[in-house]
């Protein structure tokens, strides 16, 4: 999970919860660190971090660079 101190959102991976079958994926985000070989959700759109300038604005604000 990842969450900003100033923010109402939380981001969960949805193989946290216990019953994960419950929920019914629509996109992947973060795909620059995505391990191919865990999951075949091929046919889901994919979002990159860095094509959210909102995220990119708050990793630079706290971070001052973007993740690896």
Do not use: C, I
Not at 2 to 10: L, R, Y
Not at 21 to 42: A, C, I, K, N, Y
């Amino acid at each position: 999970s990842f969450e900003f101190p100033d923010s109402a959102n939380m981001d969960l991976t949805v193989g946290s919860f216990d019953a994960p079958h419950r929920f019914r994926p629509v996109h992947h985000f973060g795909v620059e660190s995505m391990h191919e070989q865990w999951l075949d959700t091929t046919g889901l759109t994919r979002y990159r971090t860095d094509d959210n300038p909102q995220l990119v604005k708050r990793w630079m604000d706290s971070v001052g660079k973007l993740p690896d």
